[in-house]
Protein backbone atom coordinates (compact mmCIF):
# COMPACT_ATOMS: atom_id res chain seq x y z
CA UNK A 1 0.00 0.00 0.00
CA UNK A 2 3.23 2.11 0.58
CA UNK A 3 4.09 1.74 -2.95
CA UNK A 4 0.51 3.01 -4.00
CA UNK A 5 0.36 6.27 -2.10
CA UNK A 6 3.44 6.78 -3.69
CA UNK A 7 2.65 6.36 -7.15
CA UNK A 8 3.40 9.73 -9.38
CA UNK A 9 0.92 10.65 -12.52
CA UNK A 10 1.51 8.40 -15.63
CA UNK A 11 2.83 10.76 -18.39
CA UNK A 12 6.22 9.07 -19.28
CA UNK A 13 6.89 6.91 -21.49
CA UNK A 14 4.93 3.26 -21.54
CA UNK A 15 8.19 1.40 -21.57
CA UNK A 16 8.94 2.72 -18.46
CA UNK A 17 9.18 0.08 -15.50
CA UNK A 18 7.23 1.60 -13.13
CA UNK A 19 4.02 0.24 -11.00
CA UNK A 20 1.84 2.99 -12.45
CA UNK A 21 2.17 2.11 -15.67
CA UNK A 22 1.87 -1.92 -14.70
CA UNK A 23 -1.06 -0.63 -12.87
CA UNK A 24 -2.47 0.77 -15.79
CA UNK A 25 -1.87 -1.60 -18.47
CA UNK A 26 -1.95 -4.64 -17.11
CA UNK A 27 -5.65 -6.64 -17.72
CA UNK A 28 -7.35 -9.21 -16.51
CA UNK A 29 -7.45 -12.65 -18.02
CA UNK A 30 -9.09 -16.29 -17.61
CA UNK A 31 -7.13 -18.18 -19.62
CA UNK A 32 -4.00 -18.79 -17.47
CA UNK A 33 -2.84 -18.70 -13.43
CA UNK A 34 -0.64 -16.09 -12.19
CA UNK A 35 0.95 -13.31 -14.46
CA UNK A 36 2.17 -13.05 -18.04
CA UNK A 37 3.20 -10.78 -20.36
CA UNK A 38 0.76 -9.51 -22.37
CA UNK A 39 0.73 -10.54 -26.07
CA UNK A 40 0.54 -6.47 -26.69
CA UNK A 41 3.80 -6.05 -25.73
CA UNK A 42 5.81 -3.37 -23.36
CA UNK A 43 5.27 -3.76 -20.04
CA UNK A 44 2.24 -4.92 -19.92
CA UNK A 45 0.73 -8.30 -18.11
CA UNK A 46 -2.26 -10.27 -17.75
CA UNK A 47 -3.21 -11.71 -14.81
CA UNK A 48 -5.18 -14.77 -13.61
CA UNK A 49 -8.43 -15.14 -11.06
CA UNK A 50 -5.57 -16.89 -8.37
CA UNK A 51 -4.29 -13.33 -8.56
CA UNK A 52 -7.20 -11.62 -8.11
CA UNK A 53 -8.45 -13.78 -5.15
CA UNK A 54 -4.64 -13.38 -3.54
CA UNK A 55 -5.02 -9.13 -3.79
CA UNK A 56 -9.27 -8.61 -3.69
CA UNK A 57 -9.24 -7.89 0.15
CA UNK A 58 -6.24 -5.19 -0.63
CA UNK A 59 -6.53 -3.33 -3.94
CA UNK A 60 -9.33 -2.12 -6.51
CA UNK A 61 -8.34 -3.87 -9.71
CA UNK A 62 -9.59 -2.18 -13.12
CA UNK A 63 -9.15 -2.92 -16.83
CA UNK A 64 -8.74 -0.40 -19.84
CA UNK A 65 -9.96 -3.27 -22.31
CA UNK A 66 -12.53 -2.10 -24.46
CA UNK A 67 -15.61 -5.04 -24.84
CA UNK A 68 -18.39 -5.57 -27.11
CA UNK A 69 -20.75 -5.18 -24.47
CA UNK A 70 -19.58 -2.27 -22.84
CA UNK A 71 -18.33 -4.69 -20.11
CA UNK A 72 -17.13 -8.02 -18.70
CA UNK A 73 -16.31 -10.04 -15.87
CA UNK A 74 -13.64 -12.03 -14.92
CA UNK A 75 -12.39 -13.95 -12.20
CA UNK A 76 -15.84 -15.20 -10.60
CA UNK A 77 -17.51 -11.59 -11.27
CA UNK A 78 -14.70 -10.25 -9.05
CA UNK A 79 -13.27 -7.77 -11.74
Sequence with gaps: M????NCRPVNGDPGEDRLEMDLMWSDPSDDHEGCRPSERGGNAFTFGPDVVEEVLDKLDIRAHQVVRNGYEFHAGRNV
Excluded: A, F, T
Design 2 to 5: KDLK
